[in-house]
């Protein structure tokens, strides 16, 4: 019987979870959901949730549970025809619990990608600040360098990307996110891949999602954020 399907994707800052989920979204037709992209939203929009969110982003801070919670729930619950793809949500233990109590997910994807390979990708990183558009000079260069392909508006480096930030913010990710592989372990849905390149965890990923959805209604399948 057809269903919707539900998935969410982990892995440490540069470990390639908006790469693949790009790729997962047009090769399966799911909705890739960024809650990076719907902080970011909020934020441009000052609703309630976007200002406080704000406060949090622009000290480094990841933005507390209840308010991740509060602005990112409502929407799931409102993709009630669509089959997604969760990127950066759940963080914490909290949030994979809450989201735990408002859906139930079918896989929870987890990257595993050495150090040294995270530091040299974030170093070649280049994002467009108001979209969230990933670039990397090497693997995935814009058109021109230094601007971006859609909006022709110029590409920053972020701060914490520099590989001196990128150990604490790496530390940090293997604290908090050690408890929610546990929780998505113990519920049987965990799927971990870990290799250097993304071009050989992709066709595993695929292979997996393949067999998972195989009867996806075609009316579920939803265009990608992007
Ligand atoms: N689930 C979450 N819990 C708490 N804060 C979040 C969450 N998702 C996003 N944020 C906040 O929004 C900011 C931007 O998120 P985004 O995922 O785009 O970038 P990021 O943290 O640099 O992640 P990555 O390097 O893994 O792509 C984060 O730095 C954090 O402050
Ligand atoms: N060299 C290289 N870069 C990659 C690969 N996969 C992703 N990237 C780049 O590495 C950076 C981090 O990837 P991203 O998808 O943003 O990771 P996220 O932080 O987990 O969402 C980006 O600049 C990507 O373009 C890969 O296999 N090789």
Redesign the pocket.
């Known amino acids: 019987m057809s269903k919707l399907f539900r998935a969410v994707i982990m892995?440490?800052?540069?470990?390639?979870?908006?790469?693949?989920s790009e790729r997962i979204a047009h090769s399966f037709g799911l909705k890739h959901l960024s809650s990076g992209d719907f902080v970011r939203e909020n934020i441009s929009a000052k609703t309630e949730a976007g200002v406080l969110a704000k406060t949090y982003i622009k000290k480094g801070l990841l933005v507390p549970d209840h308010v991740m919670t509060r602005l990112l729930l409502p929407r799931l619950e409102e993709m009630t025809k669509c089959s997604w793809l969760l990127?950066g949500f759940p963080r914490t233990l909290a949030q994979a619990e809450a989201l735990n109590s408002a859906c139930d997910l079918d896989v929870a994807i987890n990257?595993n990608i050495p150090l040294e390979t995270l530091k040299?990708?974030?170093r070649?990183?280049?994002i467009h600040p108001s979209s969230g558009r990933?670039?990397?000079m090497?693997?995935?260069p814009p058109r021109v360098q230094g601007i971006d392909d859609i909006t022709g508006e110029p590409l920053i480096q972020q701060e914490d990307d520099r590989p001196e930030a990128l150990v604490a913010r790496l530390r940090h990710y293997k604290d908090v996110a050690k408890p929610v592989i546990d929780f998505y372990k113990a519920k049987g849905i965990l799927y971990t891949y870990s290799d250097?390149?993304?071009?050989q965890i992709w066709p595993n990923i695929s292979t997996l999602l393949s067999t998972k959805i195989p009867t996806i209604q075609s009316d579920a399948r939803c265009a990608s954020t992007h």
């Not at 250097?196 to 071009?199: C, N």
Request: proline fraction near 7%.
């Open positions: 892995g440490p800052p540069g470990s390639g979870k908006g790469t693949i990127d990257l040299e990708r974030l070649h990183r280049w990933v670039y990397n090497c693997f995935n250097t390149e993304t071009d």
